[in-house]
């Protein structure tokens, strides 16, 4: 949690952010195509595909996933939720924005 919150403030990123992606993308680290690469954001994992990026450890996923958002997202202005689930996961958009509703839906659930 210490790191979550730390790689946030560090790349001005909602400290809800990450985790609330964490558990749209696989039930916080628990539904990953491979348990030993630490891919709980969903990473280059695409449709039909049992691969992604491999990180080395929780906290490198961590730090990673937080600087990707800052600079494929926050970098070009895209902050709005919806806006980052439609380039971060496509397919959801013809589904009423499934993955922008679930990050916000959990992001919410975080206080």
Request: hydrophobic share 40%; with cysteine; proline share 4%.
């Amino acid at each position: 949690a210490n790191l979550i919150v730390q790689e946030a403030d560090r790349f001005g990123l909602d400290f809800r952010l990450v985790p609330a992606i964490a558990m749209c993308e696989s039930n916080a680290g628990k539904r990953m195509p491979k348990k030993n690469e630490y891919n709980f954001a969903g990473v280059a994992v695409y449709t039909g595909q049992n691969q992604g990026k491999a990180f080395d450890s929780w906290e490198h996923a961590i730090t990673w996933v937080s600087q990707y958002v800052k600079e494929r997202y926050y970098d070009r202005g895209l902050t709005d939720i919806k806006d980052i689930g439609a380039i971060w996961a496509p397919p959801s958009v013809a589904n009423g924005h499934s993955w922008a509703n679930c990050v916000e839906s959990f992001q919410g659930d975080i206080i």
